[in-house]
């Protein structure tokens, strides 16, 4: 797929926010000291009386955010997942996600893609925090179309969302005319013999993957869930009735995460053989993000090899 | 609203307290009863609020950052008129709108929820930092308590305030020198308070929390300040107007048993009576 166009997500998301600061007057954004990463500083330039740069203080921004809500303001409050989930969870679980306030989380560099900067910055437990909060939103978006319309549909919807996007460039793997909608997943590839659930950057690990698999005589089929929470339970269920089996592939630890929540829901109303793909219970390291990819088994030859495992067992 | 008014409203609003934390047999009645003043002065003199209109965009905001101080927030709200004092014996039972600390989705009025500790103060800049960009001329105040200084996000909130210059914010701080472990200075300090806001920008100013001469003066001095957040920083007496609650530490989350509760009574009778 070298030919193809790559986009990091992030920009996607600076570039969105800037669209719609022109479109309504009541989106404000807020960033602590990493504007130039999180791509929020595109905002800013076009809005500078509607984007406030806090400083390295994620937790205040966090509850800023929140007053700024409470007070009809539509604001989009951003860092790196590791700061936004991790450092100022019990700021968006008490001042967000209690009151139901409508703020959205925009995490950027979330995942082991980070790369260079090591298991200090590479979150993998975002989407398990997140997933805990009542009534909170996740979307982890797989491309530049995909998250492009997450931070639309994230506009539109009233209450707390979380959104995750990568630091690395992305293969652009929707068509422009796709169309998305909160807590709605899809089947990307027809298959009879494994489902491979997948989000953000997995997906084209998992397109990767099936190509790897058909040239096996292994059908798989790809389910993009990009909405984590709410989860498009009716969709995990046929897919898992329709071939049996079920893999999740994800850029996240395997607990708690898109893996967890496939898990909870088939456990409960579909018991399917399952397979989690993610970071196994450990911590990242440094390294080129695709090599990263690499050696956690989380690129295209890592799922086939994890998904042949798993049906060969 | 003359003086000897607000303090007869500060008294009841103290009977709320009692009233509230005896039937859940829970609640914090010694911070609450610390600025029964400075809930009766923000809601019936300096705020512009009215219970018949919730939404009001340009109404000011109050935010409970000592959000455990809620018994005295809704004795204030009732008295305002924001709902029946019958209500006030629902307090912390199931299916009450007062919630054991403030929860904007259950009571209407309340303007966010609170009960963590250094969260409100934030939340607070956040609805200053939206008047400023919506042009909207409303003031938001929140109250903290001392202990409550101790969390770093109140520093965090103050730096960004004052870097702002957010002068449609008037922080109070209730300067009862008692946290749950006993006396601030000798559980972590953080005096001086003035000092400290005072690098961060703040103008700073001091009152009685009792004494509404005195809070009048401070609060009509706050309005005036302009390019900078005020504080006003209130020397008050946790447990106060309940002769056995005054000045103990013991008092910070605990109820009266029902002997406690007559004798906290009386002791609210008596000062009525001098007023």
């Known amino acids: ?313 | 609203m003359n003086m000897q008014e607000l303090q007869k409203i500060a008294n009841q609003v103290r009977k709320d307290i009692i009233i509230e934390v005896f039937h859940a047999k829970a609640g914090h009645p010694g911070g609450s009863l610390s600025a029964a003043e400075i809930f009766t002065w923000l809601y019936f003199e300096e705020m512009n609020i009215d219970p018949s209109r919730l939404d009001d965009p340009d109404r000011d905001r109050f935010v409970l950052s000592k959000g455990h101080a809620c018994p005295g927030l809704y004795g204030a709200m009732c008295e305002r008129g924001y709902f029946d004092r019958e209500e006030l014996k629902t307090f912390r039972h199931i299916g009450t709108r007062l919630q054991g600390h403030p929860s904007m989705r259950n009571l209407p009025g309340v303007d966010m929820s609170t009960g963590s500790l250094g969260q409100g103060i934030s939340a607070a800049v956040g609805m200053a930092l939206a008047a400023r960009v919506n042009g909207r001329k409303y003031r938001t105040y929140t109250l903290l308590g001392d202990g409550e200084l101790q969390e770093g996000q109140v520093w965090e909130a103050a730096m960004f305030a004052g870097a702002k210059k957010l002068d449609n914010l008037c922080v109070i701080v209730d300067n009862n020198n008692l946290q749950i472990d006993g006396a601030i200075d000798k559980v972590n300090s953080p005096y001086p308070i003035d000092q400290k806001f005072e690098a961060f920008n703040f103008h700073v100013l001091h009152a009685d929390g009792h004494d509404f001469e005195s809070l009048a003066g401070a609060f009509s001095r706050a309005r005036e300040i302009k390019g900078q957040p005020t504080v006003i920083i209130c020397r008050t007496i946790k447990g106060k107007g309940v002769s056995f609650m005054e000045n103990v530490a013991g008092w910070h989350g605990k109820a009266p048993n029902a002997e406690e509760y007559k004798i906290a009574m009386e002791d609210l009778e008596r000062i009525g009576e001098t007023l």
């Open chain 1, 1 to 313: 797929m070298s030919e193809v166009k790559k986009i990091a997500t992030r920009e996607s998301y600076g570039k969105t926010l800037a669209e719609l600061g022109a479109e309504d007057p009541r989106i404000v954004v807020l960033d602590a000291d990493l504007s130039g990463s999180t791509k929020t500083a595109v905002f800013g330039k076009a809005f500078p009386d509607r984007f406030f740069n806090c400083g390295i203080a994620e937790a205040n921004m966090i509850s800023i955010a929140a007053g700024l809500a409470a007070a009809g303001m539509i604001p989009f409050a951003s860092s790196f997942a590791m700061f936004a989930a991790g450092r100022a969870y019990e700021q968006i679980r008490n001042s967000i996600g209690y009151p139901h306030l409508n703020v959205k989380i925009g995490a950027s560099h979330g995942g082991i893609t980070v790369g260079e900067d090591g298991a200090s910055h590479q979150c993998l437990e975002d989407i398990a925090i997140m997933r805990s909060i009542p009534g909170m939103v996740i979307m982890c978006p797989a491309d530049d179309v995909e998250a492009r319309a997450c931070v639309r549909a994230a506009a539109k919807y009233d209450g707390p969302v979380y959104m995750r996007f990568g630091r690395a460039a992305v293969p652009v793997v929707f068509p422009e005319d796709y169309k998305f909608e909160i807590g709605k997943g899809a089947i990307l590839r027809e298959g009879t013999d494994v489902s491979i659930i997948a989000n953000g950057l997995c997906i084209n690990s998992a397109f990767e993957a099936a190509e790897l698999l058909a040239a096996d005589g292994i059908s798989a089929e790809i389910v993009n869930i990009c909405t984590v929470k709410p989860l498009d339970e009716e969709l995990v269920i046929k897919t898992a009735t329709k071939t049996g089996r079920v893999v999740t592939a994800e850029e996240h630890s395997i607990i708690g995460g898109l893996g967890s929540a496939v898990a909870e829901c088939l456990a409960e109303k579909c018991p399917t053989k399952m397979y989690r793909i993610g970071v196994r219970d450990r911590f990242g390291e440094s390294g080129p993000a695709m090599d990263l990819m690499h050696l956690f088994e989380l690129d295209g030859e890592g799922v086939y090899k994890q998904v042949k495992a798993f049906l060969e067992a």
